[in-house]
């Protein structure tokens, strides 16, 4: 399976970026995505997930409210709408895809994921 990011760019704080991510190649072997993200200095974290049949959404607290991740699955596109930007939301943001369920426990960690696209950056100025 190959990830695509795309949607990145700079954009006031209080603004709002819609990504994508497109899978390719042995799409029928996904079960779960998720967006990550990594801002300078900093270890790479969470930011939401979801089942490619577009249940069980799930987010981090510091993006709930705000961020709303979805899946298109006839498309093989997750999307996360990314709205009231925060200068603190800045990172580059990667898409991730399972090949399998291997629990709850892993849909917000990195371990949990088999594919990773390449991220795509996002800059939220003050």
């Known amino acids: 399976v190959q990830l695509q990011a795309s949607g990145g760019g700079l954009v006031q704080a209080g603004g709002s970026l819609r990504l994508s991510c497109a899978a390719s190649?042995?799409?029928?072997?996904?079960?779960?995505m998720g967006w990550f993200r990594q801002a300078p200095g900093e270890e790479r974290e969470f930011v939401a997930g979801?089942?490619?049949?577009?249940?069980?959404?799930n987010y981090a607290d510091s993006v709930k409210g705000r961020f709303t991740i979805s899946s298109d699955n006839a498309k093989n596109t997750a999307y996360l709408q990314m709205n009231s930007l925060k200068p603190e939301d800045t990172a580059v943001y990667y898409c991730?895809?399972?090949?399998?369920?291997?629990?709850?426990?892993?849909?917000?960690?990195?371990?949990?994921?088999?594919?990773w696209g390449r991220g795509t950056l996002v800059t939220v100025s003050s």
């Open positions: 991730a895809s399972s090949g399998y369920d291997r629990g709850s426990y892993y849909y917000s960690r990195e371990a949990g994921y088999d594919y």
């Open positions: 979801i089942r490619w049949s577009g249940s069980l959404a």
């Open positions: 190649g042995r799409t029928f072997t996904r079960f779960f």
